[in-house]
């Protein structure tokens, strides 16, 4: 599962498999934590986390949710996803 952004601690990922379950979401990781959270709500849906990580998490996502929708097309058909700039 490649890593597509690293910030405070965070690592955020995103599975690229052919037909990758929806809707489409990516994974965070704090520590002992993990999340997945939904690219078109931003909220948490499966895991928990701290929640001062979460409110980053958002915030990071908000900035950047055309990328993440981006990043689940190439991923949805197998190609790895893109790099985000870190929140900052």
Known sequence: MPTISMFYGI????YCAK???????FH???GEHKA????ETLEVTQGKLPQRQVRLIQAWAE????SLRADWQL???GEEPLRI???Q
């Open 75 to 77: 991923a949805m058909s």
């Open 36 to 39: 997945c959270f939904s690219i």
């Open 19 to 25: 037909g990758e379950h929806p809707p489409a979401h």
């Open 28 to 30: 965070a990781y704090y």
């Open 63 to 66: 900035l950047h949710q055309e």
């Open 11 to 14: 690592i955020i990922r995103m």
């Open 85 to 87: 700039p870190p929140l």
